[in-house]
DNA sequence: CATAAAATGTAAACTAGTTAACATTCTTGG
DNA sequence: CCAAGAATGTTAACTAGTTTACATTTTATG
């Protein structure tokens, strides 16, 4: 499963130029989790920047009633950390692993360090938070504008740009999770697809029956004309 | 009127030492838009990195049926353009002055070389960026989390942090704008405020009376524990 | 200073989400 | 292979927001 950093954005570690990549795993050490297991906790003061090579990270806030909602869940190849390192800021989130999970853990010294040496790290770093923060504002936008059964469908798309198959993976709980509302409603807008014959459920996962259908479903909510890319974001910008 | 990216959040030339200051503004060029004049439009491919000297911007973005749904506004001292810049997108939001407003513009050309000259620059715009990501990731969960009158209330004393006359000049209107909600709902919430002794509404305003009150009463929300910096954020990240 | 424009206050009908509950179906581990 | 757990499907009652409407108050303007 993922969420909003992942579909369509690439992580630090596959845009970074094979030397830095090097540097990055000599420096880094690297910890293996196994599923479920807990990684760090809101409020701790350990900061460093981390680089997930395998598995997932959920993170999220748990509350005084100990429930738990997801804010994000990266995937391998994503970073995360930055608001230690750059911000001065204890962490923010709770983190968990989601199956067995790899990361390499640089503490804020050693990255700080590591700057220092390169750089040229600065660009895709720049280009990275550019692109979060981005996709960050389309995504309050789209919450402001439109209803769930077009966010939801939006994303489904999203998830199956590049698979050929057209299997998405993922519970209705972690579908609500993802685009965070609760259970029932995914699964109203999901009737409201099979209704329509865009989408088939099955235990664990959906099947997009008809992408061109369901794309031209949710035209008709769209408000704004989309805004594409003169050149693809994540260009090794030009600094 | 402000949004997400000021309360709180020193602009970029705030943090910049003064001779980095200088160059930004001998490279760029000053430009005056009267109240309400248009500054840019969604889609426009002008690349380049803006500083507002004076006055304010308003960013949004008008859908089909002509209605404008404000994202942002950025007052003296914010940047914008890193869209562009760092993430070579067209524009991706109309963007009109609020108040006589003085611009400094530079072209993604010279703005790439004046990063060339003072690698320096990077550490601050990763902050900045930094700082603005988590805005917005704290924005989207409090969104989640907590109702209206819960956000309008903390975003009430947010603004009136170190006022001295807790008055907040702003209307209903621009509010519910902020807010992301009607104007309606925000009156409500100000009538229940109002009920409780915590604010007296004005025309083209309110004025907080009971501070201490109204962060007790929110606190019946919280259902998490805030995370305080332990070095506040923005400082000269070193890098 | 009269009138228009802007802002506030409030009610009513509606809608898209919520939680809770429960029956059903599917998968997996002993 | 069957029992337990996990996931789905669906209903019902509720709630926090929406839009529309309109009366009232305040400010700005010719």
């Not at 750059?86 to 790899?102: I, K, M, Q, S």
């Not at 109203?188 to 008809?210: N, P, W």
Request: glycine residues 8%; contains cysteine; aromatic residues 10%.
């Amino acid at each position: 499963m993922s969420f909003i950093f992942n579909f369509g954005i690439p992580g630090l570690m596959e845009v970074l130029p094979a030397d830095m990549r090097a540097r990055f795993d000599a420096l880094g050490v690297e910890k293996r989790y196994q599923d479920k297991q807990h990684i760090q906790s809101r409020g701790d003061q350990t900061k460093g920047f981390s680089v997930i090579k395998s598995g997932a990270v959920c993170f999220g806030k748990t509350d005084k009633e100990g429930r738990f909602i997801t804010t994000a869940v990266l995937e391998a190849g994503q970073c995360y950390g930055e608001f230690t390192v750059f911000g001065g800021l204890p962490r923010t989130h709770d983190g968990y692993a989601e199956g067995p999970t790899v990361i390499s853990h640089l503490s804020k010294t050693k990255f700080d360090q590591l700057l220092l040496d390169e750089p040229a790290l600065a660009a895709p770093i720049i280009s990275l938070l550019t692109v979060r923060l981005h996709h960050m504002l389309e995504w309050v936008d789209d919450l402001r504008r439109y209803p769930l059964r077009y966010r939801l469908g939006k994303n489904l798309l999203l998830m199956v740009k590049g698979m050929e198959d057209s299997l998405i993976a993922a519970t209705q709980s972690e579908l609500a999770d993802l685009m965070g509302v609760s259970r029932v409603a995914v699964a109203q807008a999901l009737a409201d697809y099979k209704r329509s014959g865009f989408v088939a459920t099955e235990y664990g996962g959906l099947r997009l029956l008809d992408k061109e259908g369901l794309r031209s479903w949710l035209r008709q909510f769209e408000t704004i004309d989309p805004v594409v890319p003169a050149t693809p974001l994540f260009t090794d910008a030009a600094l």
